[in-house]
Every structure is written in structure tokens, then in C-alpha cells.
């Protein structure tokens, strides 16, 4: 193989390992995301926690309610419980240590990347 395929043949890899890595970084955040509302819930911070002007204040500005408020972020109901933010946690350190992998995989493919593409300019005809 000429060092022209190798440098395209490296290239489509380092982009197919760069799309990778960018899908597990886009759950890890929704997984952390999930964590936050989890403990959120386990908190009751969906519970009123503002004073009475504060309330009036909501209202009169058409303000979303704390209720509707915690029917869009749990439209199922789920019931968090600290095992959930547990199971989440384990689902994210899993995705840790894949982004960590492609990240070294990434980092291997550009400096052999870079090797061929010094290799071809060294072996390209120099105009003189």
C-alpha cells in the first residue's frame, strides 16, 4: 500500500475514532444530566421552596409551575431511588473507561498518522 492509501486509510480511522469518542462524551453527559434530576428528586427539590411574594410573583409572570415543572422533566413517574443515581454511576464509569480507550486508540492512529505522512513527504521528489 503506497503511503498516500495509508495516510487516507489513517485518516477515515482517526475521524471514525474522533465520531466515537464525541457520541460517548454526548451520554456520559445525558447520564449526568439523569444523575443531577435523580438526585434532585431524591432531594425533593421539586417541592415549593419559595416564599409567598416569590409564589405571587411566578404566577403573575405565567411562570411554570413547580408541578408542571417536574411532569416534563419525569413524564413517567419513575421513582428515583439512590440505587438509580448508583446504576448511573456504574453506566458512566463504564463510558469512562471506553472515551478513555478510543482516546488512546486516537492518540496511536495520529502518530502513526504522522509517521507515514513525514514517510511520504521524505519520500516525495524534491523539486530543485
Do not use: C, F
Not at 28 to 50: C, D, P, V, Y
Amino acid at each position: 500500500m503506497s503511503s498516500s492509501h495509508d495516510i487516507a486509510y489513517l485518516r477515515k480511522k482517526r475521524r471514525g475514532i474522533r465520531r466515537e469518542i464525541a457520541r460517548v462524551r454526548w451520554w456520559r453527559q445525558l447520564l449526568g444530566s439523569r444523575r443531577n434530576l435523580t438526585i434532585a428528586a431524591l432531594s425533593h427539590a421539586t417541592e415549593a421552596q419559595t416564599d409567598l411574594d416569590a409564589t405571587w410573583e411566578a404566577l403573575a409572570a405565567d411562570a411554570p409551575t413547580q408541578g408542571e415543572l417536574a411532569a416534563a422533566i419525569w413524564p413517567d413517574h419513575h421513582r428515583p431511588t439512590p440505587a438509580s443515581v448508583e446504576d448511573i454511576g456504574t453506566l458512566d464509569n463504564r463510558l469512562g473507561v471506553y472515551e478513555a480507550r478510543l482516546s488512546d486508540n486516537l492518540e496511536a492512529i495520529t502518530h502513526e498518522m504522522i509517521d507515514a505522512m513525514s514517510q511520504a513527504h521524505t519520500e516525495a521528489p524534491h523539486a530543485t
